[in-house]
């Protein structure tokens, strides 16, 4: 009866329509909000959807969430939080911030109005997404894989309507993206197929001439307007400012967040020196003789982390947790890997190709050694914080609202775990993990200057393919979403730093009763929580938490 009203008040969306709690509102804008919210490269923010999802990106459905995000501010501001409960106020605080990153998507960051490769993640994107889950491919998955590639034409024609200020690097992106799509798209049907029952695979071929035709009538109207389209990316310092501190609820200023990289990148510079002095000429590790033999030593890491972090009373490892696993890449996933991450969390599964030494960046590392991606994407990382937050009693904390605390929790896992001495015997791994840190390091560097201009999207990947080093493919991906998406690439970093602050303060605040164990407990209980609010509910600390500006 409750998710009835809920959804009646939705739909009649008028003044008179007024929730009667924070948790009712909460159930309404989430409800609207997986109808709504914007396909994305990044896996983090993947939402469960409605089975009859419609996507629109018309001048009109656009106008219509406007309203409807000015219908929920109201709302919201009839709804002054508890005076009585720190944890009512912090819950107030996270839909303030869900708010807020409706309000930057449409009207500050504009990326439906700036960025062609919006448009290949609302397409593309959104079908590819529907790939990842592992068989079998039941009814709802395959009607909504027939849905999503029917509405290709109508959402690229509004996309022609919309991008009314177009930066060229973004057009040069979209471009590229939809390369080859005919022969792709025909290597990703071929090896669908079996999967999908004989009227599915039917409503698909039809489907796909008018998509793709409306896919490559996109990339020509692209090809024409590019030449002219402006070059700079930038969203500026205030808009910028607008993000850190009402949708990630950070403190800090483009400048703290630059100095507070440059010291991590100089302990971490220091770290890998004094590890080349204690290792001496270490040769390379070597590579996994076969994809089987990689996913073996996977699934037998995974069970050793878990039982380490309890041996050790580091981390609660409750049973249900659902195990991560590595899984061939799927044949008709690779076709369109490069549309965002090859793994569904949800179901814990990562997949992996061949061990190959001209892999990229992170796959050439797993082909070594998979317990640092383990740590950052699994456990204790992304698959094992968002099972944990999917259970948070407190609905309103079960939903992502930015990538700082899930990015910085698995990013400090890694570290976390260097320290606890799960590598002691690994030198070559230790070597792996100092490399990670560079890479987080100087991403905050990337981000900030991609933001506020003093980097142009080719200098931020000839940046990070030199400094890190990485492969030129890694640094455009990292680049492309570093640019489109700011304040992102930020998160790993400043989120461990901020996680590493909230240890030293409980620690010395609790004294001899402080524990490790129920301190990461708490902290992955809550990981979609900005750790501003984490550390006004631990210790009562409202100092990093900054004040509310609702438009």
């Not at 869900?98 to 490769?117: G, K, S, Y």
């Not at 992955?524 to 984490?534: A, K, T």
Request: hydrophobic share 40%; proline share 8%.
């Amino acid at each position: 009866m409750i998710r009835l009203v809920a959804i009646t008040c939705l739909l009649a969306a008028g003044p008179l329509c007024v929730a009667q709690d924070l948790p009712a509102l909460s159930r309404d804008f989430w409800t609207w909000r997986a109808a709504v919210q914007p396909f994305t490269a990044d896996d983090i923010p993947r939402l469960e959807r409605p089975n009859d999802l419609r996507i629109d990106w018309s001048p009109d459905a656009i106008a219509r969430s406007r309203s409807q995000w000015s219908e929920f501010e109201t709302r919201f501001k009839q709804l002054a939080p508890s005076r009585t409960s720190v944890a009512e106020q912090v819950d107030y605080r996270l839909l303030a911030s869900a708010l807020a990153r409706v309000h930057w998507e449409l009207d500050i960051d504009r990326r439906w109005q700036r960025d062609p490769t919006f448009y290949v993640d609302q397409t593309l994107g959104s079908f590819y997404l529907l790939l990842l889950p592992p068989p079998p491919f039941e009814a709802p998955r395959e009607a909504s894989l027939v849905s999503r590639l029917r509405s290709f034409p109508a959402t690229l024609k509004a996309a022609q309507e919309n991008l009314t200020d177009v930066r060229r690097p973004f057009a040069e992106l979209a471009i590229a993206a939809l390369a080859d799509l005919p022969d792709r798209f025909h290597a990703m049907l071929t090896a669908l197929a079996p999967q999908l029952d004989p009227p599915t695979r039917t409503a698909i071929e039809q489907a796909a001439p008018p998509a793709l035709a409306a896919l490559e009538s996109y990339r020509q109207w692209l090809q024409k307007i590019e030449p002219s389209a402006r070059q700079d990316t930038a969203i500026g310092r205030e808009n910028y400012i607008f993000f850190l501190r009402q949708v990630a609820l950070m403190p800090f200023s483009p400048e703290q967040l630059l100095a507070m990289a440059k010291q991590e990148l100089d302990r971490t510079i220091a770290f890998a020196a004094y590890e080349r002095a204690r290792d001496g000429n270490l040769p390379p590790m070597p590579l996994f003789p076969s994809i089987g033999a990689q996913m073996a030593r996977e699934q037998q890491d995974e069970l050793q982390i878990r039982s380490y972090l309890e041996t050790h009373h580091i981390l609660t490892v409750p049973a249900w947790v659902k195990h991560y696993r590595n899984l061939p890449l799927p044949a008709y996933v690779k076709p369109f890997r490069d549309l965002g991450v090859t793994d569904h969390l949800e179901d814990g599964v990562s997949y992996i190709q061949t061990p190959n030494p001209n892999a990229g960046f992170f796959a050439l590392s797993t082909a070594r050694d998979p317990r640092p991606i383990i740590l950052h994407e699994g456990v204790p990382g992304h698959a094992f914080q968002l099972a944990l937050g999917r259970a948070n009693p407190d609905p309103i904390r079960r939903h992502y609202y930015d990538s700082g605390p899930n990015e910085g929790i698995g990013f400090y896992a890694e570290e976390m775990m260097l320290c606890a001495g799960l590598f002691d015997n690994s030198p070559g791994t230790r070597q792996i993990i100092y490399e990670f840190m560079r890479l987080r390091a100087l991403r905050v560097e990337v981000d900030v200057k991609l933001a506020l201009g003093e980097f142009t999207l080719s200098q931020a990947v000839d940046y990070l393919a030199k400094t890190v080093p990485m492969d030129h493919s890694t640094a455009v991906s990292e680049a492309e979403l570093f640019a489109s998406t700011p304040g992102q690439a930020i998160s790993y970093q400043i989120g461990k730093l901020q996680i590493m602050d909230l240890l030293s303060r409980a620690s010395r605040q609790q004294g001899s009763k402080f524990s490790l164990q129920h301190f990461h407990d708490f902290v992955w209980r809550n990981g979609n929580v900005p750790f501003s609010l984490q550390r006004w509910e631990l210790l009562g600390d409202t100092s990093d938490v900054p004040e509310l500006s609702l438009p």
